[in-house]
């Protein structure tokens, strides 16, 4: 169950604050309070979708066609469309998703990412 309280629902509703990097009619792309990378964007479907799994159930094909279109968009005005960035998707607790609305994390500005999740046993 979406829960209308979380954070990124009272960030659409204005009932707080972000530094806006970019909207259309489906999403909405922000930078992130707490950024890992000298580039850390997030983007949001405008819908209430807790997961990719909600998203995929609910969202219509121009939902989703927009939220992509939105994360395009944010990295190239976020100065990363060049340089080349990661985008990554917290989904559910194995993945420690912190916040219940699906989003999308846009991180770059700096070629020492690592190439990808450390094997860890
Ligand atoms: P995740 O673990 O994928 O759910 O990450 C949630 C992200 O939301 C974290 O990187 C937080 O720093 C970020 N975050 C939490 N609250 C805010 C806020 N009010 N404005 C911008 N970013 C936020």
Do not use: W
């Amino acid at each position: 169950m979406y829960d209308q309280n979380n954070v990124f629902a009272k960030i659409l509703r204005g009932e707080i604050p972000c530094k806006k990097v970019h909207e259309n009619e489906h999403a909405l792309a922000f930078h992130d309070v707490n950024p890992q990378m000298p580039v850390h964007v997030l983007v949001i479907p405008k819908g209430p979708y807790t997961n990719l799994e909600e998203f995929n159930a609910g969202a219509s094909l121009e939902e989703m066609g927009g939220f992509m279109k939105a994360v395009a968009e944010s990295a190239k005005i976020a100065g990363v469309e060049d340089s080349g960035y990661r985008l990554v998707a917290n989904n559910g607790a194995d993945a420690h998703q912190e916040v219940p609305h699906f989003h999308v994390h846009i991180f770059g500005g700096r070629p020492i990412m690592g190439r990808m999740i450390k094997k860890t046993e």
